[in-house]
Nanobody
Framework: QVQLVESGGGLVQAGGSLRLSCVAS????????MAWYRQAPGKQRELVAT??????RNYASSVKGRFTISRDNAITVSLQMDSLIPEDTAVYYC?????????????WGQGTQVTVSS
């Protein structure tokens, strides 16, 4: 079983910064990508940023230039969020895709709340 544990959410004023971290544990297999998603109240979950084992990064246009995704080690992914705006308020979820015994699997953390006040 794979577990993803997020940390680092909280309340911050507009213009501030937060850093989210996600640690994976368990029978992970070979990681193909790690990502952060977010879901605001009344909206669908959306992709925020992804990173591959080779270091290729992709960002949603709404966060490009303000957020930075990084892998701190083989099982930890972080999201540095700068210049936060109220529209960034959401529950942020860590996501991991991996292949184990030939099977591609998709795992999710429980989410961490980020609230940006104006």
């Amino acid at each position: 079983q794979v577990q993803l544990v997020e940390s680092g959410g909280g309340l911050v004023q507009a213009g501030g910064s937060l850093r989210l971290s996600c640690v994976a544990s368990g029978s992970i297999g070979r990681i193909t990508a790690m990502a952060w998603y977010r879901q605001a109240p009344g909206k669908q979950r959306e992709l925020v940023a992804t990173i591959t084992p080779g270091g290729t990064r992709n960002y949603a246009s709404s966060v490009k230039g303000r957020f930075t995704i990084s892998r701190d080690n083989a099982i930890t992914v972080s999201l540095q969020m700068d210049s936060l705006i109220p529209e960034d308020t959401a529950v942020y979820y860590c996501n991991l895709n991996s292949i184990r015994q030939g099977v591609l699997s998709d795992y999710w953390g429980q989410g961490t709340q980020v609230t940006v006040s104006s």
